[in-house]
């Protein structure tokens, strides 16, 4: 059965090994996955993440490392003139706007 492989320390410990190697290999190719989203994709994205943070447990560096994207994408949203919708994704940080 799949799912009671999974639970294995001996599955887990060889799937951190694989994630380890490939992300190392990434690494040295500069490996980067071109995304191409539009404006509605964007704050699809960004709901998704910022929902995400809301849960109590999702912290240290994956929490980060969406807080970091979501800023990301609101300054490039900025830069490309749309700056409603990086106020929009910069409101939706603010649990008090949540609906």
């Given amino acids: 059965m799949v799912h009671d ?36 994709e964007l704050q699809v994205l960004i709901v998704n993440l910022q929902v995400a943070l809301r849960h109590p447990s999702n912290v240290g560096l994956p929490a980060d490392g969406a807080r970091d994207l979501i800023q990301a994408i609101v300054e490039r949203l900025k830069e490309d003139g749309f700056p409603a919708h990086a106020e929009l994704a910069e409101v939706g940080n603010d649990p008090r706007y949540d609906t």
């Fill in 5 to 40: 492989l999974r639970k294995s320390r001996r599955y887990q410990e060889d799937l951190l090994r694989r994630v380890t190697e490939e992300a190392m290999r990434a690494q040295e190719a500069g490996y980067i996955l071109p995304l191409h989203l539009g404006l509605v």
